[in-house]
């Protein structure tokens, strides 16, 4: 069974879906791994390292005439043609509702795997790249605030004079956020915290930060772990309660997302302009809109001495390691998509395990 | 007693030579704080904050009118002459040797104050700009690597795998060296730290990190405190038996730095060429030529894989910090240079006191 793993074509995207490491793993176990030559460059990972490692590299035609294609981001619509018929196709596929690209690879007799639909349930942990690459995002998110933030995050005794820790505020405890608030105490500065889902607060005050308590008069846990939206009397009170916290901020981290809809806004722009100048507001949401009404994606500005960072890949900023989760999700999903049979791995029924179930995009 | 703050006008430049706090102070000694308008600007210090604390903040004429004039970088040609006849100037003079500039402004009567002549006395520690700065570097170049490293610095175990924390290695343990252990420690970093002093022994591993020792046959501690150059015997043993320990390392930072002279190479291109590709150089000597034989000023640069970061003013990308402690440094100074009298402060004879005899430029 032949796997081909591409080079990513996306504007900015470093990463790359298989290692050195885990596809020699993946041959071990009797595949045959086909890399682009040049796809590992960007995320630090040499062709020659891959044909030590037992991998093929190719032209990329020969990626997509694998058996099964291993991306990490959307397919392109070039990429969704050359795809062939009576295969598979794995990658995050970051669509919502209405998808044609997708629905037509389907309709040429593609099983298209969307990694974002992977199952909250705990067999599937070892293959959530949301997860993985979320927890990455959530630490290079604290490493870009401090590289912008005019001061030292940590508390300073010096014969100079003392400089006092940041007041860092991380807006959502999922995993980036959880990862942030680590990573922002890993740094020294005071870290607060706050989610709509009341029993985040536990994690947080185990991390070391205090949670921001609000009544908003409802809760915001939603199914799947994953928090819900708000009523829009709910939102405004939220907005009012948290002002004065934000305002109080030296550096935000903001990581509020809710799949397929707007993000929340959470940061008006009357609450940037009572910040102190010199503040940091990291915005993770900036791609879906932003939970600071001023984020432009892609973009660092500076709205009256608050700088507003807008990356919209953080993942792709620690390129190595959110490949190497990223190739270890995937090579733990082969596991179960496949059987062993003499003449190596054969593909199974996607249909009847639960977690393939759930991440096949139907017709 | 007026003192004259001008904006630094040095390309990049982002620090200024007091801050609101700092000026306050100064006012309620008497003195007359003179701040150039927008030169806080950079450093997240508004306008607004300086008047507020008493500050009048003018003209840049008005700046260099003033009895003192305080500035952080080397003045240029246009401030040298500014500066009036009879005034005192002081600011890092970044002079080496003879210095016609500031050969000049003594000649014309300007009693020209150098911080980085300030003697290492324990008296003079809390007026010690070099040393201020540096610690600012130290930390700011451990975020800039974390910034540009392709992995974690601290060891992950997550559901996708685990992540070894990042091989750092500190060359130089002053006090940016120092620094930059103690930050990469505090982000879960793996430090290994070498200095030709074999006192620092002691100081690393206080850090937490791990002193790597030579044999070069000589010692490299110098007068004040200072490292002093090796012999090209010591040199050449030097890099032989520290390449072996910088190719395994995955982040090098660098604080060779002696004054006046051109900085050791302690990094040769066939290192660079044997560490693993994604591993990052921050090289906080590559304004003297670097501690890397391939660093540029200024620049970022990938050598087969190896990013080498050569900015040269990291104090100037933490502004408000590095402002704050600057302010500080000066004020400390001021205060033994002058006596109180019922029409507010007077200068005293400079050439009385060790520290300021020590700073003071000769004809």
Redesign the interface.
Same mark, same amino acid.
């Given at each position: 069974m032949k796997l081909g793993i591409p080079k990513e074509t996306l504007a900015g995207e %470093?990463r790359v879906a298989t290692t050195p490491e885990v596809a020699k793993k993946l041959v071990a176990k009797g595949f045959e791994v086909l890399v682009e030559a040049g796809a590992g460059?960007a #995320?630090?990972? %040499?062709d020659a390292a891959y044909t030590e490692a037992g991998v093929q590299v190719v032209e990329r035609d020969a990626c997509f005439s694998a058996d099964l294609v291993l991306k990490v981001r959307r397919p392109s619509d070039d990429e969704a043609r050359a795809v062939r018929s009576g295969s598979v196709y794995i990658s995050l596929v970051e669509g919502c509702g209405d998808d044609p690209l997708l629905s037509r690879m389907v309709e040429n007799g593609v099983q298209v795997l969307a990694m974002e639909r992977m199952p909250r349930i705990s067999r599937a942990?070892?293959m959530?790249?949301l *997860? *993985?690459q979320s927890?990455?995002a959530g630490?290079r998110a604290v490493?870009?605030a #401090? *590289?912008h933030?005019?001061?030292?995050f940590?508390m300073?005794m010096? *014969?100079?004079?003392s #400089?006092k820790p940041a007041r860092l505020v991380v807006l959502g405890a999922g995993v980036a956020g959880l990862q942030a608030i680590a990573?922002a105490r %890993?740094?020294?500065a005071d870290v607060l915290a706050y989610d709509v889902r009341p029993e985040t607060k536990e994690q947080i005050a185990s991390l070391g930060a205090k949670p921001i308590e609000l009544d908003l008069g409802e809760s915001g846990a939603g199914e799947g772990g994953y928090a819900k939206e708000l009523s829009d009397e709910a939102k405004a009170r939220q907005q009012q309660l948290l002002g004065d916290e934000l305002a109080k901020a030296h550096v935000i981290i903001t990581t509020a997302l809710i799949p397929c809809r707007p993000a929340p806004e959470l940061i008006t722009t009357e609450v940037v302009e009572r910040m102190?100048?010199?503040s940091v507001i990291v915005d993770l949401a900036a791609a879906n809109g932003g939970n600071c009404k001023l984020s432009e994606p892609d973009q660092v500005i500076d709205h009256q001495?608050v700088i507003i960072v807008g990356h919209t890949n953080y993942p792709s900023?620690?390129? #190595?390691?959110a490949s190497?989760?990223?190739a270890?999700?995937l090579s733990?999903l082969l596991e179960i998509m496949v059987e062993p049979s003499d003449s190596g791995p054969v593909l199974r029924d996607l249909t009847e395990d639960e977690i393939t179930a759930a991440m096949l995009i139907a017709r």
């Amino acid at each position: 069974m032949k796997l081909g793993i591409p080079k990513e074509t996306l504007a900015g995207e %470093r990463r790359v879906a298989t290692t050195p490491e885990v596809a020699k793993k993946l041959v071990a176990k009797g595949f045959e791994v086909l890399v682009e030559a040049g796809a590992g460059v960007a #995320a630090h990972y %040499r062709d020659a390292a891959y044909t030590e490692a037992g991998v093929q590299v190719v032209e990329r035609d020969a990626c997509f005439s694998a058996d099964l294609v291993l991306k990490v981001r959307r397919p392109s619509d070039d990429e969704a043609r050359a795809v062939r018929s009576g295969s598979v196709y794995i990658s995050l596929v970051e669509g919502c509702g209405d998808d044609p690209l997708l629905s037509r690879m389907v309709e040429n007799g593609v099983q298209v795997l969307a990694m974002e639909r992977m199952p909250r349930i705990s067999r599937a942990q070892s293959m959530d790249a949301l *997860s *993985s690459q979320s927890n990455i995002a959530g630490y290079r998110a604290v490493i870009e605030a #401090a *590289s912008h933030y005019g001061r030292f995050f940590p508390m300073m005794m010096t *014969s100079a004079g003392s #400089a006092k820790p940041a007041r860092l505020v991380v807006l959502g405890a999922g995993v980036a956020g959880l990862q942030a608030i680590a990573t922002a105490r %890993r740094l020294g500065a005071d870290v607060l915290a706050y989610d709509v889902r009341p029993e985040t607060k536990e994690q947080i005050a185990s991390l070391g930060a205090k949670p921001i308590e609000l009544d908003l008069g409802e809760s915001g846990a939603g199914e799947g772990g994953y928090a819900k939206e708000l009523s829009d009397e709910a939102k405004a009170r939220q907005q009012q309660l948290l002002g004065d916290e934000l305002a109080k901020a030296h550096v935000i981290i903001t990581t509020a997302l809710i799949p397929c809809r707007p993000a929340p806004e959470l940061i008006t722009t009357e609450v940037v302009e009572r910040m102190r100048t010199g503040s940091v507001i990291v915005d993770l949401a900036a791609a879906n809109g932003g939970n600071c009404k001023l984020s432009e994606p892609d973009q660092v500005i500076d709205h009256q001495g608050v700088i507003i960072v807008g990356h919209t890949n953080y993942p792709s900023m620690v390129p #190595a390691d959110a490949s190497a989760f990223y190739a270890k999700n995937l090579s733990n999903l082969l596991e179960i998509m496949v059987e062993p049979s003499d003449s190596g791995p054969v593909l199974r029924d996607l249909t009847e395990d639960e977690i393939t179930a759930a991440m096949l995009i139907a017709r």
